[in-house]
């Protein structure tokens, strides 16, 4: 069964400049400097990237999870990371591309030479990421403000500088393939060959197995093969991005603009499909469309229109003092009967917890 979690955040952010886009063209002052934002309907939205946020979650698993980060290394105008999904969960869980070649050796140990040359084969891989997300963009429309400061405890005229600040609810969404997690191919096919026959080796060696793949077959019509780590390695990864979650830090600024980018609602639920539901289920009203509300309603509609992918319980999770307002609509969804999954409401790290127990039942 192809299982994805489907996660879906809000965070509640105030006075900070979270993800900037350098020189500030617009502003009257020199030393002035941006933050990111996008127009939609004539309004502006600020938001982080999805690399700057996948940056966070990679800083989260090092340093709370104990993950050791795939080493990158630089050529010219290229980098790239070891490629090497089996000692580093960081490329099994993000993915990687590398374009390489090894020279070939007998069985000494030897190059092998012709013409005097030493041969090569090519070793390029690549995985897509299991790990998928979107942007972090306010749900409402936001008005960045120019903060002057300046510099001015060395001699002479001070030194002025100016940042855009901002406060917002902002939204994300991310989606993370059960399946693929700790399962690799090393079939020749651009973007499946994710092993070098000698990792796949190693691999094997070390206690992993090869299963079907599902979906492919080799041009006699048999089916592919895969390769698997131990149950006990593909949970922890799996469990560990989803609980870095409740640790996550980041952001531009956080010397004198510091927050908090830890989830303050959370839906996190299985499916058997790679549709994502809930993007939807926050949104903005008012003339400015700057005042953000929960579409309580709106999750109960997906709720039932897809109630035949979802795998299990559907947990949702908010902080106390963040959209108190619906604390009992919530908390309505988990007696909604027939036709609907179980709904489980709790705080935000309590949901994410029960969310991976619930997972350790569902992987296999």
Not at 184 to 201: P, V
Not at 333 to 340: I, R, V
Request: glycine share 8%; charged share 25%; with cysteine.
């Amino acid at each position: 069964m192809n299982l994805k979690t489907q996660g879906f955040i809000l965070l509640d952010v105030d006075v900070v400049a979270l993800n900037n886009a350098g020189k500030n063209n617009k502003s009257n002052f020199d030393n002035a400097v941006a933050t990111k934002k996008v127009y939609k309907n004539g309004r502006a939205y600020t938001y982080v990237s999805g690399q700057a946020w996948r940056y966070w979650w990679r800083e989260a698993l090092q340093k709370n999870h104990g993950w050791e980060l795939s080493p990158v290394t630089r050529e010219s105008k290229i980098a790239f990371t070891a490629a090497n999904p089996v000692k580093y969960a960081d490329d099994d869980i993000f993915g990687y591309m590398k374009a390489a070649k090894d020279v070939i050796v007998d069985e000494n140990g030897n190059p092998v030479l012709k013409n005097g040359r030493e041969q090569t084969e090519n070793v390029t891989v690549t995985r897509v990421s299991p790990l998928k997300n979107s942007v972090i963009v306010s749900v409402g429309s936001t008005q960045p403000v120019e903060n002057w400061s300046s510099m001015a405890r060395q001699e002479g005229d001070s030194v002025p500088y100016v940042k855009e600040e901002y406060s917002a609810i902002m939204k994300g969404m991310f989606s993370l393939d059960l399946e693929q997690a700790g399962t690799f191919s090393n079939y020749n096919k651009t973007g499946f060959k994710n092993l070098t026959e000698k990792l796949k080796e190693e691999a094997l060696k070390n206690g992993a197995s090869e299963i079907e793949d599902s979906y492919v077959k080799d041009s006699k019509g048999n089916r592919q093969k895969l390769v698997r780590l131990q149950p006990e390695i593909r949970v922890k990864r799996i469990e560990d991005t989803i609980k870095a979650l409740k640790s996550i830090s980041g952001g531009a600024m956080q010397t004198n603009n510091m927050g908090d980018v830890t989830p303050k609602f959370i839906v996190l639920a299985t499916t058997n499909t790679g549709n994502h539901p809930f993007s939807h289920i926050a949104s903005s009203e008012g003339m400015n469309s700057e005042k953000v509300y929960l579409n309580v309603n709106g999750i109960k509609e997906v709720l039932r229109d897809y109630n035949d992918q979802f795998v299990g319980i559907v947990f949702i999770g908010r902080r106390s003092g963040f959209l108190d307002e619906y604390s009992d609509e919530l908390r309505a969804l988990e007696s909604l009967g027939d036709g609907y999954p179980a709904v489980k409401i709790g705080s935000v790290n309590e949901t994410i917890d029960n969310y991976c127990e619930q997972l350790k039942s569902q992987l296999k």
